[in-house]
């Protein structure tokens, strides 16, 4: 009787070894270290749409599966969100768990300027975010949503505003405009809207000859006196005759001289031509242009023109003959220089 019981005793002593080993085994694998990688992390990406398996496989690809049937009972817990996360070195498959089921992404910067056009926008987002550059330009071109914001085909740009923004990689385009109205609405404050009415322009307006200036100058210090250049010329009705807008019409923005034939194209953007602005921005302006255009100073040059010395600067006139002496000191300079075109 005695050996009977000492041979249960070892016998429950086994199970009782088994089972807190498989307990040990189960608590380690899943909160012990599951990722495989060396990195300090990496980028997770959960497609939308994705089902349980595309997630699986997603994990297995940056390596953040150390033990795949482990993975499986925590994640079929609850329903992977999709999104852009960042999986950490060491990271247990719980915290793991616990971060696609609460959907815990991490947000991406995106920064754009120097943009020229919609489809420019549309790549960069296109290269950050899940949806496609397509489907971002579809949607920068939708009438629906250009009505709604009282733009059109040739103004939609000015809605955007170059900055550096974090959204979620999820974004779709119609939440990216609704983002970017946001922001648009706050940048136009009352104080800018207070601008805008003494200058008696729209803010489409402020930004399309915002974008002329910025394509004008690199320097500050001279853009709001360009700005006043601009609106001396539209308030006496004087053409705008700004090469940035002709170059725009041509499709050579790399071009450094124009020439006298390319004022004849026919186009509502040559302001050799056409008096007034163009049709809309001839690219996405800075806010810090859009402010130069709201704040310029009251003067009474209608000329200008860049320095012989090629330093950026302008030089600024006051009548045409002035504008000639300086207009033709700078072709010498770029004669000197060989750049004929």
């Not at 200036?213 to 053409?239: H, W």
């Not at 186009?267 to 859009?290: A, C, D, K, Q, V």
């Not at 330093?311 to 003959?321: L, M, P, Q």
């Amino acid at each position: 009787m005695a050996k009977r019981k000492g041979k249960w005793l070892v016998a429950g002593a086994v199970l009782a070894a088994a089972a807190g080993l498989a307990v040990f085994v189960a608590w380690h694998e899943v909160m012990g270290p599951s990722t495989r990688f060396t990195d300090e992390s990496r980028v997770l990406l959960i497609p939308t749409g994705s089902d349980f398996r595309t997630a699986m496989d997603s994990l297995e690809r940056i390596e953040a599966v150390h033990d795949e049937r482990a993975a499986e009972l925590l994640l079929k817990r609850g329903t992977i969100k999709p999104g852009r996360y960042r999986v950490k070195k060491d990271m247990n498959l719980r915290a793991i768990a616990r971060m696609l089921h609460a959907g815990e992404q991490e947000p991406v910067r995106i920064t754009f300027s120097n943009v020229d056009h919609l489809q420019e926008l549309s790549g960069r987002l296109g290269r950050a975010l899940e949806p496609d550059s397509v489907a971002f330009l579809k949607a920068f071109l939708d009438p629906d949503q250009q009505r709604e914001a009282g733009l059109s085909d040739a103004t939609m740009i000015s809605l955007f505003l170059p900055n550096t923004y974090e959204l979620w990689w999820t974004t779709t385009p119609d939440q990216f405009i609704a983002r970017m109205r946001k922001e648009h609405v706050a940048f136009w404050n009352e104080s800018r809207r207070e601008q805008l009415a003494a200058l008696k322009l729209s803010a489409a307006e402020a930004s399309t000859l915002a974008s002329i200036v910025q394509a004008e100058t690199v320097k500050m210090a001279d853009a709001p006196t360009i700005a006043g250049v601009y609106l001396n010329r539209l308030r006496i009705g004087m053409p705008l005759q700004a090469d940035p807008t002709l170059k725009f019409a041509l499709g050579t923005g790399e071009v450094q001289r124009l020439l006298n034939r390319d004022k004849e194209v026919d186009s509502p953007y040559n302001t050799y031509r056409y008096t007034g602005l163009p049709p809309g921005p001839i690219n996405m302006p800075e806010p810090r242009f859009i402010d130069a255009v709201l704040s310029a100073p009251k003067h009474d040059y209608l000329y200008f023109c860049a320095r012989a010395d090629l330093s950026g600067y302008s030089d600024f006139a006051r009548t045409y003959d002035q504008h000639l002496v300086n207009a033709r000191r700078y072709q010498k300079a770029l004669n000197a220089r060989k750049i004929y075109r």
